[in-house]
């Protein structure tokens, strides 16, 4: 009898953590289980000072951040961290397509800023390319 052993299969995302910040469960759920598929850890909030709450806590190597959010908004929550000099990527998710709220967005540290309904594979593919880019 042969005793082989397969090689560990490798995801993109083992030894992360991923931070997910959505006040709708549906998304929550599928973000989430697309980033564990993908080897995650991942750690979920749904409102904003739970977010921000799980950033300053755990210090995740990526953060999937809503814009519009109870108890605190995305974009609130993006100056938080940057008085606070918490810095790490962060993806921007919002269904607003307003450009001010973009352009507000990315220059309080927001690395990407993506639209809802959101495509799985584009934030799986965003998230890689982010955290394979230099902090």
């Known amino acids: 009898m042969i005793n082989a052993r397969l090689p560990l299969m490798q995801h993109r995302f083992d030894n992360r ?3 997910i910040v959505d ?8 973000v989430e289980l697309a980033f564990r598929h993908e080897g995650a850890i991942t750690l979920t909030a749904s409102d904003g000072l ?7 806590e755990s210090r995740p ?11 605190s908004s995305g974009l609130l929550v993006l100056e938080k961290m940057q008085e606070e000099k918490i810095e790490l990527p962060v993806i921007m998710i919002t269904a607003n397509l307003g450009k001010r709220h973009r352009e507000f967005a990315l220059g309080v540290g927001a690395r990407a800023y993506l639209f809802k309904p959101i495509s ?16």
């Open 17 to 19: 953590t991923i931070a």
């Open 120 to 135: 799985l594979v584009r934030l799986l593919e965003t998230a890689a390319k982010l955290l394979e880019q230099p902090a």
């Open 61 to 71: 190597d990526l953060l999937i951040l809503d814009m519009m959010l109870p108890r």
């Open 50 to 56: 739970g977010g921000l709450h799980l950033v300053r």
């Open 23 to 30: 006040d709708d469960p549906d998304i929550l759920q599928s």
